[in-house]
């Protein structure tokens, strides 16, 4: 019975995550992502 309140205390735990961290958040990866190509392309049309 414990097993299975932990079980569902995560799933509620993972639920409230992705509505707070939602889609709309942009991914660390991704906003590195565009400040490398910001940063090429700069440069590349810098010099």
């Known amino acids: 019975m414990?097993?299975?309140l932990?079980?569902?205390?995560g799933f509620c735990a993972a639920a409230v995550g992705?509505?707070?961290?939602?889609?709309?958040r942009t991914r660390p990866v991704q906003d590195l992502a565009r400040r490398?190509?910001?940063?090429?392309?700069d440069h590349h049309t810098v010099a």
């Open 36 to 41: 490398l190509e910001v940063a090429w392309s």
């Open 6 to 9: 932990w079980m569902v205390a």
């Open 18 to 24: 992705l509505i707070v961290w939602g889609p709309q």
């Open 2 to 4: 414990k097993e299975i």
